[in-house]
């Protein structure tokens, strides 16, 4: 436990005293036996740990000190940590793009299309770059015969991403026959590819593996293709995601 801690951004000292106080309450004298800390070190790590709001003191004399839930003071390293990790995911995207960019090169982290030969390229990878899961929002706007060339394509891929593990959850409008190569899917596999039915004008968009997100921009006259974008940012994900949830529980 001492390595984990280390790594979710404790220090070596205060990994140990932590490690020690999620299972006992111990006064300071007694941390430092078990913990094996230094005696002149013992007060400034709990004082260190109290200021991140991971241990707590008694009122008792002599004080002891103690962790009031486990699970919610890891929750906080570990929620800590992940928007660290995101920070810098984000940060050296937009690095990379700005890179790419200058070069007239371009970048997997945000894509941007405005032909239809781009919205076959780019929704292609919702699912081949998928690996566990993709939340759909398919609004009032999607016409299911259209296109069907491509389309049959994009069926096909979602049956062999289907087929490697991945979950698909679609929200469909009310009135929408599914393809036939989905109605089967569907039929076979209702746990993997699952769908509920909501007529929404809520954007088109696909959350892959709660990280990549693809948006449609289009409307009722199928003509008037706005462009689609493919962008990598875990933290816009979660905003979509938090979307989808919403819908999916309103959806039949």
Same mark, same amino acid.
């Given at each position: ?19 020690? /106080? ?50 919610? %003071? ?17 940060? %050296? ?73 991945? %979950? ?16 089967? /899917? ?41 462009? %689609? /974008? ?23």
């Amino acid at each position: 436990m001492i390595e984990e801690l280390q790594r979710l951004g404790l220090s070596y000292y205060e990994s140990k005293a932590l490690a020690v /106080l999620l299972k006992k309450t111990l006064t300071a004298k007694e941390l430092s036996d078990e913990a094996d800390i230094p005696a002149g070190k013992t007060y400034s790590v709990i004082i260190s740990l109290q200021k991140k709001n991971l241990v707590q003191a008694t009122t008792t004399r002599p004080k002891k000190f103690f962790v009031q839930q486990a699970s919610s %003071v890891l929750q906080e390293l570990i929620s800590k940590k992940q928007e660290e990790v995101q920070n810098l995911l984000t940060l %050296v995207r937009t690095t990379a793009t700005e890179i790419d960019k200058s070069k007239l090169q371009p970048t997997p982290f945000f894509d941007i299309g405005t032909t239809v030969e781009d919205n076959k390229r780019i929704q292609l990878r919702t699912f081949t770059e998928a690996q566990n899961e993709v939340s759909q929002i398919i609004n009032v706007h999607h016409k299911p015969q259209s296109n069907r060339k491509s389309k049959t394509v994009w069926e096909k891929e979602i049956v062999s991403a289907v087929k490697r593990g991945v %979950v698909f959850r679609a929200i469909y409008p009310a009135n929408t026959v599914l393809p036939p190569i989905l109605a089967q /899917l569907h039929k076979k596999h209702p746990q993997k590819f699952q769908v509920k039915r909501l007529n929404t004008v809520y954007t088109r968009c696909d959350i892959i593996d709660d990280k990549k997100v693809l948006l449609k921009l289009v409307s009722p006259d199928p003509l008037n293709f706005g462009g %689609v /974008l493919f962008i990598e940012n875990e933290k816009f994900a979660a905003n979509l995601k938090k979307v989808f949830e919403q819908l999916w529980e309103e959806a039949d």
